[in-house]
């Protein structure tokens, strides 16, 4: 008995000092798994699903807006742009461990969703994005769904920031700096200070609740249009030149010769040559960058060539030589056959 008393004790021993791991080979909670459980805590579950996210909020907010979209040329390329957006972002709502603004970056940044041609980093998305997303907003915190309308929130913010940053800068920002650190909200506030407004915002329902009701569209729409790096550029097509101001230089290249050169983009990079103050820019690969880190500025001139005109023209000069080259050799044919047949009755004659 006092074997099995003292094999007992033994075993209880080892098997609690095998439970008992030491501090470095204990599994340690992230700050992100701790931050997810006080969201949890503030903002409740996340409550709807996809379908309902997407059809109520969007239908909803749609019919407070004020533009119409009905008539307009850029119809078809404004709503593609806005259902493309509402999908990823709801992705983002269904899939993301954590709702951040850390983290709504990483998502667009994930293989290259967000880079200077995606939806993401485009810096021509209408306002009229952000404030259907803040309208939705609106809606989704009447409905107590906190988390859907941080993600709204959040992702106008990065919309607003992407007009007036570089998107390069946006992620750099975002690897560089540990939200968890002292600073990062003052640094957040200096870089991307549209960031750091929905930052501050969407840090829980009272603080949303606040910000919503306060939010002037207008004076918004006032504030980022004056942040906006505008620049003017000069379009020639080698018959007549074009001055076109309000041009953001975070955009695109091929975005320039669509939208402000007239060109459609299935004709970009295949039907055009373009040239930047007398240099040729080569569109499979500069197409690609913005204006800004192409060196194009105030002023600049754009020169584009058409390719396929040059081709028709140089086609009917071609035609044309060959019709007149077959008619010389006609003629010259019938004037040798003329002349045999003089020849041959001059003989007869004889």
């Known amino acids: 008995l006092s074997h099995f008393h003292c094999w007992s004790a033994s075993t209880h021993f080892s098997m609690t000092k095998k439970a008992t791991k030491p501090l470095h080979l204990q599994k340690q909670k992230s700050p992100q798994t701790t931050f997810a459980s006080n969201a949890s805590s503030l903002f409740g579950p996340r409550k709807l699903s996809s379908n309902a996210w997407y059809g109520f909020y969007s239908h909803s907010a749609e019919g407070a807006t004020t533009r119409e979209e009905e008539g307009e ?45 995606s939806l993401g980093g485009s810096a021509t998305l209408p306002f009229e994005h952000a404030e259907k997303l803040y309208g939705m907003a609106t809606i989704a915190m009447e409905l107590r769904d906190y988390h859907g309308a941080k993600v709204m929130i959040l992702a106008a913010g990065l919309l607003h920031q992407t007009k007036v940053t570089d998107v390069d800068e946006i992620i750099d920002f975002v690897e560089e700096n540990n939200c ?90 295949r039907s055009v040559r373009v040239k930047h103050n007398g240099t040729r820019l080569f569109l499979s690969g500069s197409g690609k960058k913005s204006l800004s ?3 194009i500025v105030d002023n600049d001139v754009i020169e584009i060539e058409d390719i396929n005109a040059i081709s028709s023209d140089n086609i009917c000069i071609d035609i044309t030589n060959k019709l007149n080259g077959n008619l010389h050799s006609q003629s010259s044919a019938t004037g040798k056959r003329s002349k045999r047949k003089g020849k041959k009755k001059g003989k007869g004659k004889k």
């Open 293 to 295: 880190d192409l060196g």
């Open 180 to 269: 968890g650190d002292a600073s990062y909200e003052d640094s957040l506030a200096e870089t991307l200070p549209f960031c750091y407004d929905t930052y501050m915002a969407s840090k829980s329902p009272d603080t949303m609740t606040t910000y919503l009701n306060s939010l002037n569209i207008e004076q918004l729409k006032t504030e980022l249009a004056s942040s906006e790096p505008l620049i003017t550029l000069v379009f020639n097509d080698g018959t007549t030149e074009r001055t076109v101001p309000g041009v953001n230089s975070l955009i695109t290249l091929n975005t320039a010769l669509s939208k402000y050169g007239d060109i459609l983009p299935s004709k970009i990079s």
């Open 73 to 117: 040329d850029d119809h078809q390329p404004y709503s593609s742009s806005w259902d493309c957006l509402k999908k990823q972002l709801i992705e983002f709502h269904d899939t993301a461990k954590v709702l951040s603004f850390k983290s709504l970056v990483e998502f667009w940044n994930h293989d290259g969703r967000m880079d200077k041609n």
